[in-house]
């Protein structure tokens, strides 16, 4: 039994989806989705209800029951709220502004780090030290986040870096701990 396969997934009034078989479009204030699933899943919609079922309980199809839903779920919440991630900048003279539709980074480098804006992410800095990555995708905004993170990941000693906001960086003791008993 899945429970979150079998969830019914409510379409808010603002948002159209078509399903075509086994595609699925959903078009929202916030964009257009577009995602193909397992054509022996069944996607069912009644009203303002979405619904998948399974063909049997065999392992693939109890995995990808409660995948598509969830994906399905996220397709709708995405074109109706966007999803968005936070970051912040710690450390002396780290730094964002966005120029154009780059966001440009002083990260202790000899050179500034350039990231532009991809196609349906949009990148907001409100302070210099915090980033706001926010899209109609979840996992585009979730990788994007992760790239932005990964071009000065937060190091354990100081805690300098990038890091997501609410994040918790585990701190190590320098060397002058590692003398004493």
Known sequence: MS?????????????????????????????????SFDPRLGLKQEGSVITVSRPSDDKEMRSLHGLSRTLLSNMVEGTHHMFQKELEINGVGYRAAKQGKDLVMNLGFSHQVVVPEIDGITIEVPAPNKIVVKGPDKQAVGQFAAEIRGKRPPEPYKGKGIKYAGEVIIRKEGKAGKGKK
């Open 3 to 35: 429970r979150i396969g079998n969830k019914p997934i409510e379409v808010p009034s603002d948002v159209e989806v078509k399903i075509d078989g086994a595609h699925v479009t959903v078009k929202g204030p916030n964009g257009t989705l577009a995602r």
